[in-house]
């Protein structure tokens, strides 16, 4: 498992394009028949995903990383399947993810496997876990399921549509929040104005991005942005310090990921536009 230090913002100001890549940027989740995994030492969150295209895909690590018996022996996980339909196994119980589905994990699941249905149409499942101290149980969500709601307007280029799938009023969890956010075509705006969550780190994943466009994504302190080009199903970890903020050149989808003090999605301190630098 590939491991990202957390870093200062003292620190981040003295950093070149590579080294802000190397610290912050994940360019592959999603390798055929493979898990892919790295373990940030922002909260601990791990960022992943699980590609089974000709065969499953097993939940597993060196266990001597996470110091455990299992892999979810002390963590939780969500998934959110960006590819075709597929099937998550946990300890012999079948779940079925369509696109956009989501599914928690509990801590205590020994056995997790990803499974396509159709090796045409492969699944992807994105994955976010965080170190758990209590069990909550296993809980799918589908896209039509989830607490949506509208925000931003064609006005600020930011017309899009939040649906929140783990979070303090949705599926239960021990710190794991969990959602995704949908521009509509002709909106390239996410997050802006911007915030920080010093209670919080946060994760996103980028995707349904065609292929020759990018996602510039803002991050850093609110006075010291710097950027970080995204492609397709590329994530980047952004510490509870930095704002989180992108604009495309075509619409996208995004998943966001949290862990730290709270699970209540509000619970951000905005940045007012003139303060931004
Ligand atoms: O803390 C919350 C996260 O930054 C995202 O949910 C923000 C987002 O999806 C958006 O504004 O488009
Ligand atoms: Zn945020």
Not at 184 to 190: E, H, I, L
Not at 235 to 241: C, G, L, M
Request: proline share 4%; hydrophobic share 35%.
């Amino acid at each position: 498992m590939e491991r990202r230090y957390a870093s200062h913002p003292n620190e981040v100001k003295q950093f070149d394009t590579d080294r802000l890549r190397q610290e912050f940027h994940i360019p592959t989740l999603f390798t055929a028949d493979k898990l892919e995994l790295v373990l940030t030492h922002e909260d601990r969150l791990i960022i992943g995903g699980a590609y089974p295209v000709k065969q499953d895909v097993k939940l597993e690590t060196d266990l001597k990383e996470l110091g455990v018996s299992f892999f979810l022996e002390r963590r939780e996980i969500g998934a959110i399947n960006v590819g075709g339909p597929g099937t998550i196994i946990v300890d012999g119980t079948e779940y079925d993810l369509n696109t956009k589905d989501c599914l928690y994990v509990g801590m205590g699941s020994k056995e997790v496997i990803f499974r396509s249905k159709d090796a045409d149409k492969p699944a992807k499942f994105y994955l976010n876990s965080a170190p758990a101290h209590k069990e909550f149980p296993t809980a799918k969500t589908t896209l039509g399921e989830a607490d949506s709601s509208a925000l931003g307007s064609i006005q600020n280029s930011n017309d899009r549509t939040i649906h929140r799938f783990i979070h303090a009023d949705g599926i239960q969890s021990s710190q794991l929040v969990m959602g995704m956010t949908q521009l509509k075509t002709g909106n390239m705006w996410n997050t802006m104005p911007a915030h920080v969550h010093p209670r919080r780190m946060e994760a996103y994943m980028y995707f349904d991005l065609p292929e020759d466009s990018v996602v510039i994504h803002l991050m850093g302190e609110p006075t010291e942005t710097r950027h970080i080009v995204m492609r397709n199903e590329e994530a980047v970890i952004s510490p509870s310090w930095s704002i989180h903020s992108g604009v495309g050149t075509s619409n996208y989808t995004f998943i966001w990921g949290m862990a730290g003090d709270n699970k209540i999605y509000s619970d951000m301190d905005a940045v007012a536009m003139k303060d931004l630098r």
